[in-house]
């Protein structure tokens, strides 16, 4: 069982589209993280969340709670938006992370 | 640059060598950790450490050690390399407990053969 769940696994998009990837958890949480892997590359950090919504450029995050929910929205996507994001929570007991799969991103021109 | 310095970015191993997988950060954090990160899985905790002179394990442990003799330094060692221990390594570190950010390692590509 799986405390993180992502979805969708992958998504292929047209350039310009609006973009939701989805989380869902099930443990108690101090914060949850939306991280960027680029093909190749290194993990980085997009968002930290307890609560509410924040903005970044293009990039929106939400979290609810209440309903153990998160969204990661990209407005007007482009090909350099392509990635796989993983949502990882933060267990407020024992501070471990628990990590989804990812949602691999593809966006065309 | 403030951040987490992991090392090397890729290694290709014998089955039976040993190696050890650098760590460190300069941003003072108390909570260190390592992952491996394989194919339709998330990463999953290899072991971490809450400070200096502390380490536990995580999910999958086991051939590997770790030790933490510096707040900075995490070093992970394959004492006895496997094909299965075949994946991407991340290093991770942030501040002990509360929502605070996580920042991770350029990855290492460990190919066992």
């Known amino acids: 069982k799986n405390e993180v769940e992502q979805s969708p696994q992958n998504l292929t998009a047209q350039e310009g589209e609006f973009i939701t990837i989805n989380c869902s958890y099930s443990?108690?949480?101090?914060?949850l993280h939306w991280l960027q892997q680029h093909p190749g590359g290194g993990i980085v950090s997009l968002f930290m969340?307890?609560?509410g919504k924040k903005k970044h450029g293009r990039l929106i995050a939400t979290i609810n709670i209440q309903e153990k929910h998160s969204s990661l929205h990209i407005t007007a996507s482009h090909p350099r938006d392509s990635a796989v994001y993983i949502c990882a929570v933060r267990s407020n007991t024992g501070n471990q992370f628990y990590f989804g799969t990812g949602t691999s991103l593809t966006v065309i021109p | 640059n403030a951040g987490v310095t992991q090392t090397p970015k890729f290694q290709v191993l014998k089955t039976g060598q040993s190696m050890t997988l650098q760590c460190a950060q300069d941003?003072?954090?108390?909570?260190m950790s390592w992952y491996r990160q394989d194919p339709g899985m998330g990463l999953r905790l290899i072991h971490y450490s809450v400070g200096a002179g502390i380490t536990d394990q995580g999910e999958v442990p086991n051939g590997y050690n770790v030790s933490r003799s510096t707040t900075e330094d995490f070093p992970l060692r394959l004492l006895s390399a496997a094909p299965s221990q075949t994946s991407v390594y991340f290093c991770?570190?942030?501040?002990?407990?509360?929502?605070?950010?996580?920042?991770f390692g350029q990855g290492t590509r460990l190919t066992v053969v």
């Open positions: 443990v108690g949480i101090s914060a």
């Open positions: 969340l307890s609560s």
């Open positions: 941003m003072n954090h108390e909570y």
């Open positions: 991770a570190s942030t501040k002990w407990q509360g929502d605070t950010e996580a920042f």
